[in-house]
């Protein structure tokens, strides 16, 4: 049930169609109904998530009654972090527990990698404002509005659907004005279509109004700060022709850490992270890197299949959670099959 009192209604047992384009109205009202019949709702960002796809999710689970747990894939961006204070947010949740499944800005399966949400006994609803992909495709009911400037807005009308303005939390209503001024680069304020929206917002957001002009001048939080510095530290570089491959283990913050080996001038950034007997493996690629190279289909898919586990991501970032925590030997099989793909060899940056 949404705050404010929407009456809970049992789900049909009838698969509901993907709703795109001209049965927008039919759309959000059957995604309504399954919201409002739900008692444990997973909602899923994309990768690297920012402040539109957080706080699409922040919205939902701030306003909903139900349990609502935010699966954040692959790390989040540090001013989008800011909106999740307070929130029950997980990295690897198990979808089978949940009895709806909700992906908020992301059109496909990649974007949203390592999670694999499936439609069946367990509903999966998208909510988008990109171009359809193979999500929109599968999902048990879609809305996809690619004329909308943020999906954070096409939330504020789902959740206005369901509850009494008056009633949308703070929370939510901060978090949602937030994702919406982000992503269209704070023109929402001159679209008469969304100028009403994102000052009604602004207005219920009541004291977080004051948190949000601080979002875009965040600074790291500590523990990004310690693992960035870390895998500066650590870090082990490989050079091939004008080609820089550096590598390194941290105990977290594997985005933020492959991240700053970019920035360190990297072309392809390795994070390493021991989990126990498993290894999470982060990767990421720079404008710079003069190679066509797929991540997932040249490295971190074959670590998968050698060491055991599963891989993930799209071309230019992606990851792979490996049944293997020897951390020395997963880095050399990295720069194997880096070499292999590439047509080079590999020596060390000295």
Known sequence: MCRGGVERRLPRLEQIPVSIGIS???GMDEIRERMAASERVVAITHTHADLDTVGSAVGIAATLDARVDI???????PEAAELLDGQSVVSDPDLDSYDLQMVVDAPSQRRIAPLDPVAGDRPLV?????????????????HVDTDAPATALL?????????????LPPTAAAALAAGILDDTGFRAVLDPESRDTVFDLLERSSDRAETLAGLWDAEPGWSERVATA???????????????????????????AAQTLLDGNADIGVVLSPRGDRTRVVART??????DLSLPAAVLEPLAAEFGGHA???????VAKLDSGA?????????????????????TLE
């Open 24 to 26: 927008y109205r039919a």
């Open 71 to 77: 699966a954040t894939p692959d790390g989040v961006k």
């Open 126 to 142: 998208v909510i988008d404002h990109h171009e359809p992909d193979d999500l929109q495709a599968t999902a048990t009911v879609a």
């Open 155 to 167: 939330v504020t009308d789902l959740l206005r659907g369901m509850a009494r303005e008056s009633e």
């Open 230 to 256: 870390t895998a500066l530290a650590r870090a082990s570089g490989y050079k091939a022709g004008r080609t820089i491959v550096l590598v390194s283990s941290v105990g977290g913050e594997e985005s933020a």
């Open 286 to 291: 720079a404008p710079s890197l003069e190679h």
């Open 312 to 318: 993930g991501g799209h071309d230019s970032a992606g």
């Open 327 to 347: 951390v020395e030997t997963v880095e050399r099989r990295t720069i194997a099959h880096l070499e292999e793909r590439l047509e080079m060899q590999f020596g």
